[in-house]
């Protein structure tokens, strides 16, 4: 028996909570609307201020502008309906060169107190809704501040100044010039003829045909324009960009965000802390500053400038000229019309298809070139270098690592430390300086000056050689082996400390005074010296 | 005591456990959690008359568990007292996360470069004017949808942002 | 008439204190004990490991010390360091380890350390604590890696401060001796 009436009493208590609370849990809410038409002059403006609401504004073609105000409110007791009703202004009245659309509700306090600090909302003011409808004549200027509402503008033809919090702004099919400053609501923007500047905190951006100058500053939300007929000017704190069919030049500073770009007319700037770069089809140059991540430009029409920290730089189809500063990441160009000079500390270059003049100045990994069309001068340090099918000549000083070069066909000019050389194919003049490792000559068309230190040479395949080339070979320490070919009748004059003497052509021998040699007598002239053996051959 | 085995015993790296430990251990409480309800289970078996009580009790909270679970419809342009609750349940459990979460957020922008750092805790600054600028007006408007809506944006903007930072690799660890 | 809500207003919810996290496991809530282990896990695993050097003895350490913990925790009176109270079941943990394995210390080969990124000064200072006779490893681990104060680590070990003091001692004499080698 006691447990029946103690299960009754906490059954009765918890039917009494929800019955209590069901009787106001429940909104009927009230809807009321306002309205009113007025006579406007073309070229006015229409002002909206503090609304809280939603707005929607839309053009036709009259002289009068009509609005509609819409408050929804929940229910209240009948004498708090009334108070705050009548406390309730719509007007539509005079202001500067327009009209202005007030509003009001009255000014509504949040709860606090006991009931408050407990949890419960005894005394808190009523929930409402406002919407505000305005049609107008298509050529009128708006000025709108709003929070907690969304704002939809279509038609306008004049200036829109909006400045909207916490709500989405939509503009469609307006025309005029545009301020828009929007904090936390997407911002989406569509078929607008004049010129956008647009100020946004946390908002989602989205542009689409806009055929006039575009000016950005935002903060850290995405930000993706289409088809932007005017130059494009982009400041934004860490937003990721992705643009497409941007006519004018376009700007960006970022910081952070990844920008992916495509198909822009004109030049693009780029300054960023450290995006991620994705670049497509630029027309004119492109000029980016950039660091840490991986920058990708593929197609440009005009120069291309990066000035970039540890990127991994991956440029290809470029019409004009590049530069490149960079560091420890690799820097990989491709198909390049203009010159090239890259200045890049410990990163790996890789050069292809180059139409004009290559300068790298780089240290510590290798550079790797192939096809190209001008001259090629390489500053290393401790890089291995491959040089493949070069048609101007080449210049390159090293240090330590092997440079090899197949198919120059102008002159090669090497100054090594300690580095293996292996020429194959050098059609020019070839003048090399060298310590301690060895020189290999495969195939030389010109004039070969070497001077070594405890280097071997090895020279083979020498071919289209006349009286007015020379071959002047000078090491120490370490062996010379030189074939020549057989139709040629060489003038040769040798000399070594220690070394035996082999020579399939005749040779003089200057022991003491090499100045002794005969620079005027026809055929070429062949000069060797080395404190170690020397081998001539003859090549049938 | 300035001994250099002190300052290098001091240098000594900090040794963190396995991320699979915890599952283990909450394994474990949990089969102790249900343990202890078993036995609990089983006093009430000893003293039938609460019984009743309790079975009162699990009817009300299923009630009120159905009541609050029940969607909340945020395109609607009032919310009910009901939706309210649900609302404010959520953004209590985003709260709760939050506060977790900061902590540790904390610790990761004393570590990151001072550009990153500056640009994080001006976003946290603007969503946090955003959050008190949100709660002001459900204050005076307090079932508005659409104040409660981007008062949720951002919180969960907060939340992300905060997890962003925590899983923020720490360049030039390596 | 008036609204009523029955919720708490956001102004007033505030991250957990420590007290009010001890609350909550007080009250079972498994994910109050996940806030302790977040916030303390790496501390007693580091005391664990450097005590006992095997990651599966420090890891069943780990779980017992929550086991226990969960198991106790409700006769937690707020009267000492959560930390200390922490430790002090962690530390006991060890011992019924040790006891039961029969072992005190696999210390050098086996060593597993967390961080791989240590000086390899470090390391043998690692190597020379794992060394140390279990008490002295204690004293000094407790005080000269974690930063306890010697009156803590007296209530933690349950001996003398001039015990404690006297540990720390004999302990940096013997490491000297052992990083000189």
């Known amino acids: 028996m006691k447990n029946i009436i103690i299960s009754t009493i906490i059954f009765l208590s918890a039917a009494m909570l929800f019955a209590r609370g069901n009787g106001k849990f429940k909104i009927d809410p009230e809807i009321i609307v306002y309205s009113d038409v007025v006579e406007v002059e073309d070229g006015g403006t229409i002002y909206l201020f503090d609304s809280e609401a939603d707005v929607f504004i839309s053009t036709k073609a009259t002289n009068k502008m009509s609005v509609k105000a819409t408050l929804e409110i929940e229910e209240l007791p009948k004498e708090e309906r009334l108070k705050f009703l009548k406390e309730t202004t719509f007007e539509i009245v005079p202001f500067k060169k327009g009209k202005k659309i007030i509003f009001k509700t009255p000014e509504q306090k949040g709860s606090s107190g006991f009931f408050s600090i407990l949890g419960l909302k005894l005394n808190s003011p009523p929930s409402l809704y406002k919407s505000v409808h305005i049609l107008l004549p298509e050529k009128q200027s708006i000025k709108i501040e709003n929070k907690y509402g969304d704002v939809v503008v279509k038609g306008v033809n004049g200036k829109i100044e909006i400045d909207n919090s916490s709500g989405k702004l939509t503009l469609k099919r307006n025309s005029g010039t545009a301020l828009l400053y929007n904090r936390y609501g997407d911002t989406e923007i569509k078929n607008f003829k004049g010129n956008l500047d647009l100020k946004s905190t946390s908002s989602n951006l989205d542009l689409t045909n806009i055929t006039g100058s575009v000016k950005i500053e935002a903060s850290y939300r995405p930000i993706r324009l289409d088809s932007i007929y005017g130059t494009v000017e982009i400041n934004t704190t860490s937003s990721a960009v992705s643009g497409k069919n941007i006519s004018g030049d376009f700007t960006i500073e970022n910081a952070y965000r990844q920008i992916e770009l495509e198909d822009i007319g004109g030049s693009l700037k780029i300054k960023s802390t450290s995006s991620e770069l994705k670049i497509r089809n630029v027309e004119k140059d492109v000029d980016i500053i950039c660091n840490y991540q991986p920058a990708r430009i593929d197609s440009v029409g005009g120069n291309l400038e990066i000035s970039g920290s540890s990127n991994e730089i991956y440029a290809r189809r470029i019409g004009g000229a590049v530069r490149v500063r960079n560091a420890y990441k690799p820097v990989i160009l491709s198909d390049i019309s203009g010159t090239i000079f890259i200045d890049s500390q410990s990163s790996e270059i890789e050069v292809t298809n180059s139409k004009q003049d290559v300068e790298i100045v780089s240290s510590y990994k290798p550079i790797w070139l192939k096809n190209v069309a001008g001259n090629v001068q390489i500053d290393g340090n401790s890089s291995k270098i491959l040089m493949e099918n070069i048609d101007g000549s080449v210049m390159v000083n090293n240090s330590y690592k092997e440079i090899t070069g197949i198919n120059i066909s102008g002159a090669a000019t090497i100054n090594g430390t300690s580095c293996a050389v292996l020429l194959t194919n050098t059609m020019g003049d070839i003048n090399i300086r060298n310590e301690y490792k060895s020189i290999i000559l495969k195939g030389t068309g010109g004039s070969i000056k070497v001077r070594g230190n405890s280097s071997s040479i090895e020279i083979s395949g020498v071919q289209n050689i006349s009286g007015l080339e020379k071959i002047d070979l000078y090491t120490t320490y370490k062996p010379v082996s030189l074939q020549l070919p057989g139709n040629i009748n060489p003038k040769i004059a040798v000399k070594t400390k220690y070394g035996k003497i082999k020579s399939a052509f005749p040779v003089y021998y200057l022991d003491e005074d090499i100045a002794g040699f005969d620079d005027n007598k026809d055929g070429v002239k062949v000069n060797i010296e080395t404190t170690n053996d020397i081998s001539i051959t003859k090549k049938n | ?174 | 008439m008036a609204r009523v809500a029955i919720t708490q207003r956001q102004e007033n919810i505030k991250p957990y204190s420590e007290q009010e996290l001890i609350l909550q496991c007080q009250a079972g809530k498994v994910a109050a004990f996940k806030e302790v282990y977040n916030l303390h896990s790496t501390l007693l695993y580091s005391i664990a490991i450097r005590l006992l050097g095997k990651k599966e003895d420090a890891e069943d350490a780990l779980q017992n010390t929550f086991s226990k913990l969960f198991k106790n925790i409700g006769q937690f009176r707020f009267q000492s360091k959560f930390s200390s109270y922490l430790v002090r079941i962690l530390i006991n943990g060890c011992y019924d380890i040790i006891e039961k394995r029969k072992y005190d210390f696999e210390p050098l080969e086996n060593f597993e350390l967390g961080q791989a990124n240590q000086t390899d000064l470090k390391l043998s200072l690692e190597k020379a604590i794992a060394c140390l006779p279990l008490k002295m490893r204690e004293c000094f681990i407790l005080f000269a890696v974690e930063g306890f104060k010697q009156s803590e680590i007296a209530e933690v070990l349950e001996i003398s401060e001039g015990t404690v003091k006297a540990h720390i001692f004999q302990a940096r004499l013997k490491l000297r001796e052992f990083l000189q080698e």
């Open chain 2, 1 to 174: 005591m300035n001994d250099p085995i002190f300052d290098k015993a001091k240098q000594l790296q900090p040794i963190v456990p396995d991320d699979a430990l915890w599952s283990k251990i909450e394994d474990d409480l949990i089969r102790e959690s249900q343990q202890k309800r078993k036995n609990i289970f089983q006093m009430a078996l000893a003293h039938k008359s609460w019984l009743s009580v309790a079975a009162v009790l699990i009817i009300s909270f299923s009630y009120l568990a159905i009541y609050f679970n029940s969607a909340v419809n945020l395109d609607a342009k009032l919310l009910s007292t009901r939706a309210i609750l649900k609302v404010e349940l959520t953004e209590k459990n985003y709260m709760e996360a939050i506060a977790l979460l900061e902590k540790r957020a904390e610790n990761q922008l004393g570590q990151i470069d001072n550009e990153l750092m500056f640009l994080y805790r001006d976003k946290l600054a603007m969503i946090d004017t955003q959050i008190n600028q949100c709660r002001e007006a459900i204050s005076k408007n307090p079932g508005n949808a659409h104040i409660r809506k981007y008062m949720l944006a951002a919180l969960q903007d907060k939340k992300h942002t905060l997890t962003e930072i925590i899983n923020l690799e720490i360049r030039g660890d390596s």
